[in-house]
């Protein structure tokens, strides 16, 4: 127990210490790109939150008066009308208005809120309309190893090697060791506090992979959404609906003949009422679980996203009422508290999405009673399990 302490005390320190580095992506010049009022914190931290073509880190300015950027660029592979194209994003210096054009296979390319156009044929510059939105220049094909892909990439290959090391170890050893001896108890907390209590002790095994999956994959890219790299998968809409729609072809594909039986023509109700409750029903098995998956695993990273980089954005939007120092002592001490609830909230969203997703899995596998209790009547009443089972 205290070499596991020792491990999460090192991790919480190091996440602490890598998350303050973000406020100097926030630059203090006076220069072109330097943070100056509250319009400005607001446009880089919608930037900070999108997905984009490459690390940004931080910026700065020369002693030349140049504007310097600090990151890496990742590869960008684009299907133009010209075919396949790829290239390197630092072709476009850091641009994202369409200004810097990048020509390849006969292709002239640019970026555009984030967003990759081809300019027309003839066009030698990008013209916007009102709404600052392209007129001669066409979106295309994007496969580019982006920011979220290559975070992705990353987790799955750092799960891939630490579960591979743990399976290896029980083979030889009972008890794992080294960082085996950190996944272990959270493995056996997933299985009896999540698979088994949901799904059943007969059926949770064949679920429990894909939950540990789940629940892994999330919280160690909520992890990385608090470092200064700029991590927000679990922040993108397509990523949370992806995991979604996971859930929702397991739970559909494993449901058993009482699921659909009580989906589509729901026993012990009058005939009339069960096209309406089988519409109800099938909105909530297709619509509205999968949403509620997406939609809170979305909005509250995004939302700790935009409050820490918030209270980093004191430090610069109240420098002339507070001070150098007053402004800046509040927002560490701000940034700090959010960043400790921050790290709850990684575990808590993967928590809460595998716990539904397993909910919703012993929902369909779940093996109903048929020997129902019967009223003075002769109608059939539905057993106390049952009806609580229901109202859940």
């Known amino acids: 127990m205290k070499e596991v302490s020792k491990v999460v005390k090192n991790l919480v320190l190091f996440i602490a210490i890598v998350s303050s580095l973000q ?20 446009e880089y931290i919608q930037h900070h939150i999108k997905d984009s073509h490459d690390f940004h880190l931080f910026s700065y300015t020369n002693s030349e008066g140049e504007r310097k950027h600090v990151g890496f660029p990742l590869p960008v592979i684009l299907w133009s009308s010209n075919g396949l194209v790829t290239f390197m994003s630092s072709e476009f210096h850091h641009d994202d208005n369409g200004e810097v054009i990048v020509e390849r296979n006969g292709s002239k390319f640019v970026k555009l809120h984030s967003k990759i156009y081809e300019l027309e044929e003839g ?39 630490a579960f591979s090391s743990l399976a290896r170890q029980y083979k030889n050893k009972s008890i794992p060791t080294g960082f085996g001896r950190v996944l272990e108890p959270l493995v056996l907390y997933v299985r009896d506090e999540i698979a088994k209590p949901n799904i059943g002790e007969k059926k949770y095994r ?17 992890l990385l959404g608090l470092t200064p790299f700029g991590f927000n998968v679990t922040g ?20 058993n003949k009482d699921y659909w039986m009580h989906m589509l023509w729901m026993p012990g109700v009058p ?10 029903e099938l909105a909530g098995a297709f619509l ?62 993967a928590y809460i999405f595998t716990m539904l997703s397993a909910l919703f899995i012993g ?24 009806v609580r089972a229901d109202f859940i």
Do not use: C
């Not at 005939?271 to 109800?280: E, G, H, N, S, T």
């Open 271 to 280: 005939v009339l009422i069960r096209p309406v409750l089988a519409i109800i």
């Open 236 to 255: 993108q809409v397509a990523v949370t609906a992806a995991l979604a729609i996971f859930t929702l072809i397991i739970y559909t594909v494993s449901g």
């Open 363 to 386: 929902m369909a596998v779940a093996e109903h009673d048929h020997e129902h209790h019967h009223d003075v009547e002769g109608h059939e009443m539905p057993d106390e399990e049952d």
């Open 23 to 42: 406020g100097f992506a926030f630059s203090e010049g006076q220069d072109e790109g330097a943070v100056k009022g509250s319009e400005r914190v607001n």
């Open 123 to 161: 066009a030698t510059s990008v013209n916007l309309d009102e709404s600052h939105h392209a007129t001669n220049a066409h979106r295309v094909l994007d496969f580019s190893i982006t920011k979220s892909v290559f975070g992705i990439l990353l987790v799955g290959l750092l799960m891939l090697l």
């Open 206 to 222: 064949q679920f429990t992979g894909y939950l540990l999956t789940v629940f892994f994959f999330i919280w160690i890219l909520n």
């Open 288 to 349: 509205i679980k999968p949403f509620s998956l997406l939609v809170r695993l979305f909005a509250n990273i995004t939302a700790g996203h935009i409050v820490f980089m918030s209270l980093i954005a004191i430090m610069f939007v109240l420098k002339e009422s507070l001070g150098t120092v007053g402004a800046t002592g509040l927002s560490v001490l701000l940034s700090v508290l959010i960043l400790i609830i921050e790290i709850l909230v990684a575990f808590l969203q």
